[in-house]
């Protein structure tokens, strides 16, 4: 079974500084998806960026990038200059590749605030 | 583009009764997943459905049942309430063969 560890509950940022969420995972399946999703308090998922498990390259989204280690099974985000609407909820999540197995496993969430 | 559109957004129900969530897919999307969100945790899993069949399910009682219908759209049913059924319950849905998933806001159901 796959699980997502997202061991930092609270994190804390001054606007305008880079900031490192950290996600490790665990599989056995060669074939997956790594996603980071924000969730503010409204609740909905905002999808940020994902990384497939053959990517040879980090994926970047804007401001978001994803540190891809795979030989450590990590896919830390890294969020540049941030700002204050960049507080939220993040989540970690990945998927398996075989078409039967579409659902997504999320870790626990980091909950991100950026200070003035 | 409407995005997902989930109804209603909040429910207060009492124990043992039954309720239907509704949701509607972004246009072009064929697959329906639902998750259940409990407080201060991350989403689980609770089914997945394409072409009107439920395809994968997560570790749910049958309690929690669900539908798809021609149009896509789909509701999750859960019956007999239990307080342990309060939660956050996200609608995603996808394209069959591509990677994105797009949420819904959730309907925050509050079983008394």
């Known amino acids: 079974a796959q699980k997502i560890t997202q061991t930092q509950p609270g994190m804390f940022v001054q606007e305008k500084e880079a900031v490192t969420l950290d996600c490790t995972y665990d599989t056995s399946d060669p074939s997956y998806g790594l996603f980071w999703y924000k969730q503010p308090s409204s609740g909905e998922m905002i999808f940020l960026i994902y990384?497939?498990?053959?990517?040879?390259q980090n994926a970047t989204e804007g401001r978001y990038s994803l540190n891809f280690q795979k030989a450590r099974k990590s896919a830390n985000l890294v969020i540049s200059a941030s700002q204050l609407g960049d507080s939220a909820m993040y989540f970690c999540?990945?998927?398996?590749?075989?078409?039967?197995?579409?659902?997504?496993?999320f870790g626990s969430g980091t909950r991100l605030q950026v200070q003035p | 583009d409407a995005g997902v559109t989930q109804s209603p957004t909040h429910l207060i129900k009492t124990r043992g009764q039954q309720v239907t969530l509704r949701c509607s897919p972004k246009s072009g999307h064929d697959t329906v997943s639902w998750y259940q969100q409990a407080l201060g945790q991350g989403p689980q899993f609770i089914f997945q459905?394409?072409?009107?069949?439920?395809?994968q399910r997560g570790n749910f009682p049958d309690r929690f049942s669900g539908h798809q219908f021609p149009n896509y759209s789909s509701e999750l049913n859960v019956n007999a309430l239990l307080l342990g059924d309060s939660a956050l319950y996200l609608c995603?849905?996808?394209?069959?063969?591509?990677?994105?998933?797009?949420f819904g806001s959730g309907t925050r159901l509050t079983v008394v």
């Open positions: 995603a849905s996808s394209l069959t063969g591509g990677h994105g998933y797009t």
């Open positions: 990384q497939g498990s053959y990517d040879q």
């Open positions: 459905y394409y072409e009107e069949e439920e395809r």
């Open positions: 999540a990945m998927r398996l590749m075989d078409t039967g197995r579409r659902a997504l496993t």
